[in-house]
């Protein structure tokens, strides 16, 4: 076991606990870059779709993990970042524009839903999103002047710097830097007053209030923020499947962000990483071995779906910890390994906090 | 020379009357004890004070500053802090988190600034980073220092939301029952803490308690509260022996 | 007088589609008072009962009413597990954990239907299929009017159960204060599953009663987002608030349909739902308050 000697109060704030870290993530980078050399086109693909759902999945991380703020609506400000890239890059914008302006115009969307829903208690806000969600879908499919509707609209290949941004190696070079400065800027985030703020009215409005957090403001950031993220990976999901249909950002996809923060693990940017990498391969798994199970199972329509909505089911029942509440313990377990200690995997027991007034 | 004062101030709920006309000033550099049997309307005061609620009439002054139409999150930003009857810490952060978060009302740094983390913000982190461990070193929390709330014992959990409010560097504290839920020699450890809040901060401090020995050991005066009404206000003893009071704990609903 | 009569027509298939989103947002309120989760697998829960009865009708050839009864029984058995072995664990854990539960659930419903029941739409025959009442010159169907006296009858039963039996009375007790009623003996688990299976029960009459109209399928349950339009406007606390709130909205939507160009159906319920939270997000019959320290 590695014992962390604290000899600075720097070291609490720096984004990795020691040199190992720098190491290790370091390496990781490098090793990123590289693989679009050595792996086929299509797992580079594959791969790039996981960046995409991982920035979405932050988006999702900021608002749901650390303010404790439910969205059901996200796959809307994906859209919503998907269109306006779309759009802009048909009129001749170039892509340095368009990138933050999808994200930036998606981000207006949030506070325009974030602003009514901030007296509302978590429950209320999950529906209200859905609703908003189920709207903005609607739009896209009717408002066919500017969706092309049903017809579907073509997204141009983009420009950066002269050269096309174009094919498996394209998204994924893209996608990749997208999601480190998304993660670099949360990470800022969250080290920092802002942060604390968010995590502050995620465990308790009421206390936060009195140590000064103006609940409406922060609020209100934490939809922008992660508006502006979703929108920002909308982007890049445009590129990723190159051909917008309306159909795409439905409830489904904005519970499979959700899906993403939980499976990963709440209140953890490293969960989104894992949960990310679970719901885009996972599909891809069942399709390697659909033939092979039993019962015709395989070729069942909705198996896709069940199986996210099984996972989300067990994840919240046996382990609401996600993958990387998981990993933590396992990894402790195996550096404590003669002194196992029974506890530390047992669940903590939470009582029931009621919100309401009697 | 009064830093707080409440002039008249009342709040009903339904046909309620929680708090009912009552007017109180709290000297600079006092324990101020308010003591009733439950449902007096004592936290109710504090939601009061720090605009949780606000009065059907009354006022409330602080350092001579009509504080009434004040909204809540600019309370702390006054100096005024406050700790909860059924703790309110931030249970999914670790204690370090939550005093730190209790230093958000002297974060000046922009919204721009901290998501690249310029280095004014990295200076700010650790000026707050020692406020914080000088409270930590105050109450003795070394070594839950970076323990989630949610795993620590009670006890402990209500010196992290005394801690917490201390990191606001208050000029009044409120404190709503700090020893419920502790034992004898805990509540004792909280009575020399409350004295030395007062004597080596000089923080004045409000403070609503049932632990009649607690309150005897710290308060300078205390008020006591039945129905929402004062029924007495003086020294520990003079309150504690008014025939009112007597008749309010031992009467109950008489 | 062809306008009016049209106009009527549109009122009253727009109250019928209303009580179905009410029986369903009744279900979410009951669940929501006393265990303070919101079931987004309420609709879901509709679409089984539906199929339930789909098989004894259809499959089994039992006689409608019989069968009606024996799917609703089915179903409520059904709610009242799923609280005991599923819900029952997660209280205490945050809300959002508990909404994506109930979602992932909805999502296991739905295909264990598609396997079982195929993802086509099915129907059975009932007393009301296709059958006309004349009023007057004012043509309705029967379904639509079965909708709306067989959502009367229920709640009248509800009304009378929960005011005048034992166990209706501990129900509204528990819901109040779950504390106060566990000290008085009121074993409160066992009557948080029973209000699971009145919604689940009630969410079945839903399903049957929507039967005649438009068939049933695996994704009816979808009609749950609209019943939290319905549930919403009423308050999300109040029973009668449920069903006027439902019945509101179908009229809305239908007048919609009619009056606005094409989409702007589709939209009516979350239009009104998000209006609702906004300018009024006690709900027209308010039973909301916050969180005390
Ligand atoms: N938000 C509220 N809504 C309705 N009634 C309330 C509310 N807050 C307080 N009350 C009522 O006001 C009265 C005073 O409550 P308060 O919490 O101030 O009592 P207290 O003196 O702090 O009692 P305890 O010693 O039990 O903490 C009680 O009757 C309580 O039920
Ligand atoms: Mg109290």
């Known amino acids: ?358 | 020379m009064s830093l707080f004062r409440a002039d008249d101030i009342a709040i009903r709920f339904g046909g309620i009357r929680a708090v009912d006309a009552v007017s109180f000033d709290v000297n600079e550099g006092e324990v101020f004890s308010i003591i009733g049997p439950n449902g007096a309307g004592k936290t109710t005061i504090f939601n009061l004070i720090s605009r949780i609620y606000q009065p059907s009439s009354g006022r409330l002054y602080f350092q001579d500053r009509d504080i009434t139409e004040i909204p809540a999150y600019r309370i702390a930003g006054l100096g005024i802090a406050r700790t909860f009857q059924n703790i309110e810490l931030f249970a999914n952060a670790t204690l370090l988190q939550n005093l730190l978060i209790g230093r958000h009302c002297h974060s000046t740094v922009g919204v721009l600034s901290q998501l690249v983390f310029l280095p004014a913000v990295r200076r700010e982190e650790l000026q707050h980073r020692e406020k914080a461990e000088e409270v930590i070193a105050f109450l003795g929390l070394e070594r839950y220092r970076d323990t989630l709330i949610a795993n620590l014992p009670y006890g402990v959990r209500k010196v992290v939301e005394l801690g917490r409010a201390l990191c606001i560097e208050p000029k009044l504290l409120l404190l709503d029952e700090p020893s419920s839920g502790l034992n004898v020699e805990e509540t004792e450890g909280m009575g020399f803490w409350i004295e030395d809040i007062k004597k080596d901060l000089g923080i004045t401090v409000i403070m609503v308690e049932h632990d009649m020995n607690l309150v005897r050991m710290v308060s300078d005066r205390v008020m006591a509260l039945n129905y929402g009404k004062v029924i007495a206000l003086g020294t520990p003893d003079e309150v504690q022996n008014h025939p009112e009071v007597v008749r309010a704990y031992i009467g109950g609903e008489g | 007088m062809e306008d009016a009569a049209r106009l009527l027509q549109l009122v009253v298939n727009g109250a019928a589609a209303g009580c179905i989103y009410g029986l369903i947002a009744l279900g979410f309120v009951l669940i929501y008072k006393a265990t303070e989760m919101i079931n987004f697998a309420q609709g879901d829960i509709m679409m089984l009962g539906g199929f339930f009865a789909f098989s004894l009708i259809a499959h089994f050839g039992l006689n409608y009413w019989i069968g009606a009864l024996l799917a609703i029984l089915l179903t409520a058995a059904f709610g009242f597990a799923l609280d005991a072995v599923v819900l029952r664990r997660v209280i205490g854990q945050p809300q959002f954990a508990v909404v994506m539960l109930t979602l992932g659930l909805g999502f296991i419903f739905r295909a264990y239907a598609g396997i079982t029941w195929g993802y086509d739409s099915v129907g059975f025959e009932t007393p009301f299929t296709n059958r006309t009442i004349n009023l007057h010159g004012l043509i309705l169907g029967q379904d639509n009017v079965s909708i709306i006296v067989g959502t009367v009858l229920l709640c009248g039963v509800l009304y009378l159960f929960f005011s005048h039996t034992r166990l209706g009375v501990a129900m509204q007790a528990s819901s109040q204060n779950q504390l106060a009623a566990y000290y008085m003996g009121i074993p409160v688990r066992t009557v948080f599953s029973l209000i699971w299976a009145i919604s689940a029960g009630v969410a079945a009459v839903a399903g049957i009663l929507l039967s005649p109209v438009s068939m049933i399928d695996v994704n009816m349950g979808f009609l749950g987002i609209k019943a939290f339009a319905a549930a919403v406007l009423g308050g999300f606390g109040s029973i009668p608030g449920a069903l006027v709130g439902g019945v509101v909205i179908g009229i809305v939507e239908q007048l919609a349909g009619y009056f606005l160009p094409a989409g702007f159906q589709e939209v009516t319920s979350n239009v009104v739902l998000l209006a609702t939270l906004i300018l009024r997000p006690q709900g027209l019959f308010a039973e909301i308050a916050g969180k005390r320290v």
């Open chain 1, 1 to 358: 076991m590695r014992y962390l000697f604290k000899t600075d109060y720097r070291q609490d704030i720096t984004l990795w606990r020691h040199r190992g870290d720098l190491f290790w993530y370091g390496l990781l980078i490098v090793v990123l870059l590289l693989i679009p050399y050595v792996l086929s086109e299509f797992y580079i693909g594959e791969l790039g779709g996981v960046f995409v759902f991982a920035v979405a999945g932050v988006g999702m991380m900021l608002l749901a993990g650390y303010t404790g703020l439910i969205s059901l609506g996200n796959a809307a400000f994906l859209g919503i970042g998907a269109y306006t890239e779309a759009i802009l890059l048909a009129h001749g914008v170039p892509l340095v524009v368009t990138l933050p302006v999808a994200g930036l115009f998606t981000g207006l969307f949030g506070i325009l839903i974030g602003l009514p829903t901030l007296r509302m208690s978590g429950l209320y806000l999950a529906i209200a999103t859905l609703a908003f969600g189920s709207i903005v879908g609607t739009v896209f499919q009717k408002w066919d002047a500017v969706t092309g509707g049903f017809d579907g609209f073509p997204v141009p290949t983009p420009d950066l710097f002269g050269m096309p941004v174009q094919g498996a190696n394209g998204i994924y070079y893209l996608s990749l830097f997208v999601l480190v400065v998304v993660l670099w800027l949360s990470a800022n985030l969250l080290r920092t007053p802002l942060g604390r703020a968010m995590v502050a009215i995620r465990d308790s409005e009421i206390s936060a209030q009195s140590m000064g957090i103006h609940l409406a403001r922060y609020k209100t950031f934490a939809f922008a923020v992660s508006a502006f993220i979703t929108g920002l990976a909308g982007a890049l999901f445009a590129h990723y499947v190159r051909y917008l249909a309306p159909d795409a950002f439905d409830v489904l996809l904005s519970v499979q962000f959700v899906t993403i923060v939980f499976v990963g693990g709440l209140g953890s940017l490293h969960g989104v990483i894992f949960g990310a990498l679970f719901v885009r391969l996972l599909p891809q798994f069942i399709a390697i071995i659909r033939d092979d199970l039993p019962f015709g199972i395989g070729r069942m329509p909705g198996l896709e779906p069940s199986l996210f909505g099984f996972v989300l089911v067990i994840v919240i029942l046996f382990e609401p910890g996600g993958i990387y509440g998981r990993w933590i313990k396992m990894k402790n377990w195996f550096q404590a390994y003669p002194l196992k200690r029974r506890t530390s995997f047992r669940r903590q027991k939470s009582y029931a906090r009621s919100e309401r007034l009697r």
